[in-house]
């Protein structure tokens, strides 16, 4: 495996493979792998010639008061957990590589931003989509892999990549969780070993839903109260957002109707987890 930092390097290597008629996979991450990143590297092996991971904390996405700093990072864990999965090249850029001093460019996806994580967090997808963007055109791939997690940044991803005519295939893949049903996230090791009990609330929630659905209810308010009144019953929850949304447009839904997505958002103690799942009527 070799580890690349620098922009160039990286452009030359894979010009080489391409060169060479080569396939690559890309998988963007921003380190402490878990067996989510880990499913995603799998994947693309299974599909492309070669696989190249990314490993950049991205500081553009976090706001002034998020967890930049604090965001958990071991190079040489995420290393040795890569390795075993056979990658061959890891880009691991520093700040200043990816950003410049002279930087002066944002690219901003419209209107799917504007709900959810978009409205919690104001700017985080403008700094997702730019240095997605920026991967996108070191790295090259054929093909990019993100998990279903974070459902809105697939969203835009994909919106981005098909506004602006990019030769890329987006592969979403399922979302891998621990055994109680707590969506894999780098982010969990914030959790004390209570807020960790509390946490399996958030998939507890979404499966309520399902079961509701499932049994005939189609109003979204109803649901939306049920998953509430559950979560909250939890001691260290705080809900940022539930939200249902048409799969495909992401538009706020109030009846359940066709492919939905159902998201949320909720504080444990003081770290905010995310997770999702589609239902179909």
Known sequence: MVVVEKIQEMKDIVK???KEGKTIGFVPTMGYLHEGH???????????DITVMSIFVNP???GPNEDYDRYPRDFERDKNLAEKEGLDYVFYPSVKEMYPDDFKTVVSVKNITDIMCGKSRPGHFD?????V??????VNPDRAYFGQKDAQQLAVI???VKDLNLDIEIVPCPIVREEDGLAMSSRNVYLSDDERKSATVLYKSLNLAKDLIEKGERDVLKLKKAMEDLILKEKYTRIDYIEFVNYETFEVISEVKGKVLIALAVFVGTTRLIDNMVVEV
């Open 158 to 160: 994909k919106q981005m």
């Open 60 to 62: 553009i996405q976090f």
């Open 127 to 131: 700094g997702v989509a730019t240095v």
């Open 133 to 138: 963007l920026k991967l996108f055109n070191i």
């Open 16 to 18: 080489k493979l391409k």
């Open 38 to 48: 880990l499913s995603l590297v799998r994947k693309s092996k299974s599909e492309n």
